[in-house]
């Protein structure tokens, strides 16, 4: 690989930092569940908040029955060292609706479908307002002063106390749908879908006074899942297949600029099975120009066939990964994603599991992060063959290691039937206890690996490698330097 990470010149890069340093690849913290004394089946945490008053908050329910929402307070010494949690008083309430948001030293909650709560980080306050709708996710604007929340599927209600009033400030057409706020200067930006898809989504521009709109955006798509605020400019994410009414599901990035609607990044799920795919507007979250989210594709594994996790879009660079892996990769939900100053947290369930994750806790980084490249021909498009790789990176800690494989384009005559189907296949070397443990490289304090004269180097007008960093121990994975180079039958290439 010739340029820096940062032009994600290569097809995947999951479950590694590719963010921190600009050529040198390394695993990611792994997300696991934390050990706690709590049986996390029963409270299902679906959602984060760091408090104001320095305390972590999780919403999630009851220990005992798992039936009643309540906040669970994970104190404030560093969030990883917390091995338990304590429950709020006066809980009430049954939908894990959306997140939390803080406004005049209160964290505010949907309680119900139709009920908000507040907690005062001392004691929860149920029924504050009733006979509303629980359909969109509670949006504070900073610059206004005020909280707005939905009162029904179309119209949107706001107050600037702690006595919410049901009144209505703004009323969209019936078959509207409202799905999230999002601050726009010195504007609400209100994320709109039509109730059955039968026509575009919007972003509607509103002053959060005034019965009529400053602006409506045309998305020229359907599915609004979230949107978000990034450096004044607005992101929006669809799912082309929110309702499960079609196999084709794809994640799209839109950018909005002014009334302008740009298209940035698409994700195929690579679905086989019809089944709805969403975001959880609670599974977003932005940190330094970049937006994490999750994904929920619970039901069958071949609603999305590619791995599942925290995924990251860099708004700067224009870089979208999958930034943390899970270790059940598919048909899992991430239902919250939040950060502890730039420690990430996430809440998820695997099917049958309730987890969260923490940086600070995690037991190591993962063995399930990949690097794959692009193709590139060998010798101008015409046959050629790898000679040598040139692996670098920094000295092998102990008992960390990684396998590079290779796999072959064209090798095969242009006629006659194909000898086999192009696949991955692994170098392994002496370096890396080829008899034994199988890796290409699992020598404590190694700086390199050549791989060389292997029968496994075919003849080939294209070639693609693949670097598994499977071998991890504990904080330390190896970590590889670019540019990696190849020597061909023409010469040598960086890659």
């Known amino acids: 690989m010739l340029d820096p990470l940062s032009k994600q010149t290569y097809q995947t890069a999951k479950g590694l930092d590719i963010f921190s340093l600009p ?6 913290y792994a997300i696991d569940n934390d050990i706690t004394d709590k049986t996390l089946n029963n409270i299902k945490l679906n959602s984060y908040y760091k408090g104001s008053d320095g305390n972590n908050y999780f919403k999630g329910f009851d220990e005992a029955g798992g039936t009643v929402l309540t906040i669970w307070d994970a104190g404030s010494a560093g969030l990883g060292s917390i091995t338990s949690l304590t429950a709020e008083t006066t809980a009430a309430g049954n939908v894990a609706t959306h997140g939390m948001v803080e406004f005049l030293a209160n964290l505010w909650y949907w309680q119900t479908a139709s009920v908000l709560a507040r907690f005062d980080f001392s004691t929860i306050t149920s029924n504050v307002l009733t006979a509303i709708n629980s359909i969109a996710p509670i949006f504070v604007h900073r610059g206004l002063a005020k909280m707005f929340y939905t009162v029904s599927n179309y119209q949107i209600g706001g107050s600037l106390t702690t006595s919410p009033a049901a009144t209505v400030l703004l009323t969209f057409d019936n078959a509207d749908r409202v799905v999230q706020m999002a601050e726009y200067q010195r504007w609400v930006a209100v994320a709109v879908n039509n109730v059955n898809a039968s026509s575009s989504s919007k972003i509607a521009i509103w002053d959060g006074s005034s019965t009529t709109l400053d602006d409506l955006i045309d998305l020229g798509d359907i599915g609004i899942q979230t949107m978000v605020n990034v450096n004044g400019v607005l992101y929006v994410l669809t799912s082309t297949n929110p309702h499960g009414w079609g196999a084709k599901s794809l994640i799209r990035i839109y950018k909005v600029v002014g009334s302008r609607v740009k298209l940035v990044k698409e994700l195929d799920l690579q679905a086989t099975t019809t089944g709805g795919v969403s975001i959880n507007t609670a599974a977003v979250a932005v940190l330094a120009g970049k937006i994490y989210f999750g994904i929920n594709a619970s039901s069958a594994t071949t609603i999305m066939t590619i791995d599942n996790g925290v995924y990251a879009y860099d708004t700067e660079q224009d870089i979208l990964t999958l930034d943390r892996i899970t270790s059940d990769t598919t048909a899992i939900n991430i239902t919250s994603v939040g950060f502890n100053g730039g420690a990430m947290v996430v809440t998820w369930y ?20 990949v690097y794959q490249s692009n193709a590139f021909p060998l010798n101008n498009g015409k046959m050629g063959k790898v000679k ?6 920094k000295n092998m800690a102990a008992s960390c290691g990684f396998t590079a494989k290779i796999k072959h384009f064209g090798h095969y005559p242009t006629s006659g039937s194909v000898e086999s189907a192009d696949g991955f296949a692994n170098l392994l070397t002496p370096q890396g206890n080829a008899a034994t443990s199988g890796f290409s490289q699992s020598t404590d304090d190694a700086g390199y690996t050549i791989i060389e004269n292997l029968h496994q180097f075919k003849e080939a007008r294209f070639t693609q490698l693949e670097i598994a960093f499977d071998e991890v121990s504990g904080l330390n994975s190896a970590e590889i330097l670019f540019p990696i180079f190849m020597d061909t039958a023409d010469g040598s290439d960086r890659i």
């Open 350 to 369: 695997d099917g049958t599991n309730y987890k969260m994750s923490h940086v600070n806790s995690s037991p190591g980084v993962s063995s399930l992060g």
């Open 388 to 393: 040598r790789i040139l692996i670098l990176h």
């Open 23 to 28: 050529n040198i690849l390394r695993s990611h």
